[in-house]
DNA sequence: TAATTATGTCACTTATTTGAGACATATTGC
DNA sequence: GCAATATGTCTCAAATAAGTGACATAATTA
């Protein structure tokens, strides 16, 4: 993929984010390109946001596939994961987004197979360590599983707006996190 | 106000949620009126928007200080404050957006000083109770405002998707805020 | 019932956004 | 330097959205 189109991709997925109706207009100023250079890369508007979603569900995906096999404890492959998803910042949010708005049309079908391939390794993790009893019982899977990605965009949304510093931001994510699904670690 | 009025700005809520660029013509769909009914209760877009913000940012103080004011015990406040905003659903989400994204231009002065008012009660109880020991030191005070109202969003949404039932949603939240910050009752 | 008010329908204008053609200008690799 | 490729500028047409006037119809109430 050309230097441009992964410009323009960038930085539409950082509009989109924001407003989903962004103008091609601006996502061509955002990106340093001219609106023609946009529409000679992207057919219209819907191949944009396409290629949108199955760029960032790769990196979101390779991203947390990585991280989750990076060490071998259980609890630590969940901390590596929100690490992972908190440093794809933006394109986490964006992938979020596609997954809980009907707006963003339905994911292509192997992306979001992939992505559930993901999501299951996640979910497996947790619903064990509910079973040993390490995580509070009351909570149900679907309960923590938002939660999950909820802390994540906390603490993007807390490092982006100034509040606080990247690294607390991860450290804060993963103290909460544990906390409120009352890990014990 | 009349009903329509408040049909129509609720309708406006709802479709601002999901989308700030939503047409006034999927609004007016939504609240059951002609778009040329909607225009003339709101001169035009920015009217209308204006209107949902102070109607909603009314609503949400009003809750959460009502509900602040319930009880005398400090955990108990905050407890109650969390279930308010949660009961305001869509509301809160609402406001939640206006003061976090620039796009919806400036909340205007005096609500928004009433909201810090609401605001600046619930970071007191917090502080205090953070000095008493009561909850994890190594959190800062912005982080954990900011987990405050992404939990309650978490809730909101886990109930309205239907994955979890209204009072688990609710009983969830509080649960896991109370953990995330390590919070000794 | 008559008058008033609220709302709907249709038609029209204007503004914005989108998409594409034609051609000029840079930039790159050979 | 030349050819190929990438990008910019200008232009225009089509589509969509916003706002409004004129008038019909429904609902409310004196």
Not at 41 to 59: P, T
Not at 63 to 71: K, N, V
Not at 92 to 116: C, G, H, L, P, T
Not at 151 to 162: P, Q, R
Request: proline fraction near 1%; hydrophobic fraction near 40%.
């Amino acid at each position: 993929m050309t230097d441009t189109k992964i410009e323009i991709i960038a930085a539409a997925v950082k509009c989109f984010r924001l407003n989903e109706s962004a103008t091609l207009e601006k996502i061509a100023q955002e990106a340093g390109v001219s609106r023609r250079t946009l529409h000679r890369y992207f057919k219209d508007r819907q191949e944009l946001l396409d290629s949108c979603k199955n760029e960032m569900l790769d990196r979101c995906n390779k991203a947390m596939t990585e991280a989750y096999e990076r060490d071998n404890d259980p609890i630590k492959k969940v901390r590596n994961m929100l690490f992972a998803a908190i440093e794809q910042g933006a394109n986490y949010s964006f992938v979020k987004r596609i997954y809980e708005r009907s707006s963003f049309a339905e994911v292509d079908r192997n992306k979001e197979f992939e992505s559930d391939n993901v999501k299951s390794k996640w979910l497996t993790i947790i619903k064990n360590l509910q079973q040993e009893g390490r995580i509070n019982a009351e909570l149900t899977l679907p309960w923590i599983f938002n939660l999950f990605g909820s802390i994540i965009e906390t603490s993007i949304y807390a490092f982006e707006s100034g509040d606080i510093a990247r690294n607390d931001s991860k450290k804060f994510a993963w103290t909460s996190f544990k906390g409120a699904i009352g890990l014990k670690e």
